[in-house]
C-alpha cells in the first residue's frame, strides 16, 4: 500500500462493449480498436471526407475490450481498491458512460451466473473472504443502496418508498444522508439479499424502468468497520466506506422544444452528471478555486471521492458501433480529463461515530450486567453452602445450579406437604411462599438468560476470522487468487513499461544528434518530421473536435437561456399587468432562498420577521397589552376587583325584537246585553251541569270552583269569564268566550255576542 498522505491520481479504465445481436444483424461497422496491451482505445472516424483522418488515440490506466472476463476486471482494477477500503481507506468506483453500453453490467453483471457477475457481488465475495481469513480482528459490515433521481435521493432499503431523503453536513464526519437506513449483514448471503431487496425497490418506483435507469444514479454503499488491537494496547477502529456508483446514461438529453415543466425536468434529469463534469474540469483546471461539489446532490455526497480522501476508479464504458462514436468520443474525453484528478488517500482512524465502537460498548455493558447477575447467585449460593453441609463447590456449571436450586425448593415443597405437624393455615401460607419463590427463580432465569442472548446476538454481527483458516480448499484458493493477483500485477507492470517505451522512443529520437552521412540525417529527420507531423495533426483534430463540442454545447445552453428567458418575460408580463403592487411586495419580502434546498421558500405570513419592527398595533390594543374591549376598560377603572379587568366582554346595547302581538282586551259589554246575558242566564238555573271531572282537577282554581259545583254560573255575574280565564290553568281552551269544542261546558245557545 502507498503511503497515507500523498496523493494518487484517480483510475480510469475504458470497458467497450461486444457489438450486440442489432448491430451485427444491421452490419454497422466497428469504429473502436482496444490495445489492451499499451492502454490505447482508437477510435476512427469511418465518414467520406475524413475517412484519411488518422484515428483518435486514448491512453488509460487499463482498457478492456469485448473479450474480457469480469473477474479479470475484478483482478486487476477493483481488487487493489477494495484491499484498501478494507485497510480502511474509502473508496469509490463510478460506472460512466452511454446508456446501453455496459455500466450496469460491469457493476451488477449477470446475478445468477458466476462467472459473469459484476463488481459488486465479487466484492462482497472478497470482503467477507478476507474477514474469514483475518486474525485478531473483528469487524462489523453494513450495506446501504441509494438512488438519486431528478436530484431526489430515494432510500432504496426503506419501506416508504414515496419519502425522499436530504443530505446534512456535519463538520466531523462530513456530508452524509440524512435517515438512510443501513443494514449489518453478517454474510455474503445476507449481503446479497439486501442488494436484491434494493434492485426491487429500484425497479417499483419507475414506470418505465429502461428510461428510469438511464436517468437515476445508483449508490451502493458497504461500511467495513475493523477493530484490532494496537500496539499501544488499547483497540484502534478503522473504518473504509466503499461506494459502488451506477451513474445515470451520459448521452445527451435533447432539450428543444421542451417548454414549463418539461424543460425543467430536462433541466434536472442531468443535473448532478454535468455537475459532475464541472467538478472534473474544476478539479483538473489546476486555476479554479472553487470546486462546484454543491451544484448537485450527487457531487457533494461523493465530494470525497473527487479530490478528497477517497480512492477512487472510473469505469467508462463504451460502444463499439459506428453509430455511437460521437458518444464514444465524448466519454472518453471526459474520462480523459478524470485521469488528472489528484486525490489524497487517507485512513480513517478512530472516527467518532463507528458503530463498531458502539457496539463494543454495549456487549461489554451487557455483559458486565450478567456478571453481576450470575456473580450475586454464585456468592449466595456458596454462602448457602458452607453453612449448610460444606459441600464440595466445584460444578460452577450454571445449568447445574439452575437444576439444584429448583429440586431444592420442590423438595421443601413436598416436605412441607407431608409435614402433618402444621396447622393447615399455616401450610397454605408456606406453600404459597414456596411458590413465589420458585416463580422468582423462574423469572430471574429467563432474565439471564434474555440477556445472555442479547450478548450473543450483537456478538454475532460482529465478524472475527481465523476459524476455518486451517481448511485445506481454502488454503488453495488463496494461493490461486495471490498468484491471480501476481499476474494482474506483472501485466499492469508490462503496460506501464509499454507506455513508457512509447514516449522514449520519441525522446532518443531527439538525442541522436549524430549522423554518419547526409542521407542518413535526412533519413531520420524525415522520419521525425512525419512521426511529430502526424502528432501535430491529431492535436489539431482533437481542438478542432473540442472546440465543435464546446460550440455544440454552447448552443445548447444558448438555447436553454433563450427558453427561459422568454418563460421569464411571460412570467414578468403576468406580475406586471395582473398582480397588485403591494401584492407583488409582499411576496417579494416574503421569499427567502434555501441554500440547503437550492429553492425559494415562502415564509410563513404571521411570523414577524426579526429585523422589522412590530406591525402597527390595533387601535383597541394601544396603551394596552393586547387588545381590549370597552368592557374590559371600564372594568379595569371602576372596580378594584381583578377579575373582568382582562375579559374582553362585549358591551352591547340590548337589542329587543319589536312586539308582533297585541295586549288583550277585556270585551266591553253594553249595560243593556249585560242585563239581557244576567237574565238569560238565570232562567238557565235549572240546567244541570255535571262538572264532577273539571272539580277534581281545577280543586284549586277558586274561580271556577264553587260556582261550577253549585251549577250556579249566576252567582258570579258580574266576575267577568276574562278574569277567571287568567287564573285558569286552561285559559283558552275552557274559557274561550264561545266555549265552542269544549265539553266542559254547556253551549251557549247564541245569547251571548261574540
Ligand atoms: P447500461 O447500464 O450502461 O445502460 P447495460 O449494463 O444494461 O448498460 O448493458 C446493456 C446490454 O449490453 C446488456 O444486455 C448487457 O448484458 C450487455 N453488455 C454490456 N457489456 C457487456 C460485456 N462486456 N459483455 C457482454 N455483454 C455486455
Ligand atoms: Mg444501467
Redesign the pocket.
Known sequence: MSKSKSSESVKVVV?C??M?EKERAANFERVVSVDVKLGQVAVRNPRGASAHEHPKVFTFDSVYD?N?KQLDLYDETFRPLVDSVLLGFNGTIF?Y??????????MEG?RNDPE?RGVIPNSFEHIFTHISRSQNQQYLVRASYLEIYQEEIRDLLSRDQSRRLELKERPDTGVYVKDLSSFVTKSVREIEHVMNVGNQNRSVGATNMNEH??RSHAIFVITIECSELGPDGENHIRVGKLNLV?LA?SERQTKTGAQGERLKEATKINLSLSALGNVISALVDGKSTHIPYRDSKLTRLLQDSLGGNARTVMVA?IGPASYNLEETLTTLRYSNRAKNIKNKPRINEDPKDALLREFQEEIARLKEQLEKRSGKKKKKRRRRKFGEAGEELDDDNNADYWREQQEKLEKERKAIMEDHSLVAEEKQRLLREKEKKMDDLHREKEALEMLASKVKAMESKLLVGGKNIVDHTNEQQRILEQKRHEIAEQKRREREMQQEMECRDEETLELKETYSSLQQEVDIKTKKLKKLFAKLQAVKAEIHDVQEDHIKERQELEQTQNELTRELKLKHLIIENFIPLEEKNKIVVRATFDEEDDTWKMRPITRIQDDQQMMSRPVSAVGYRRPLSQHARMAMMMRPDARYRAENILMLELDLPSRTTKEYEEPVIAPKVAAALEDALREEDEIQVDASGLYANMGSSPGLGPGAMAGGFSKKPKSGRPKTGKKASTPTAAHSPSGSGSPLYPQSRGLVPK
Do not use: L, M
Open positions: 470497458r462493449r461486444p450486440n469485448w474480457s460506472a458512460g452511454q446508456t446501453g453500453t455496459g455500466k450496469t453490467y460491469t449477470v459473469r435507469s438511464s451506477d446514461g464504458n
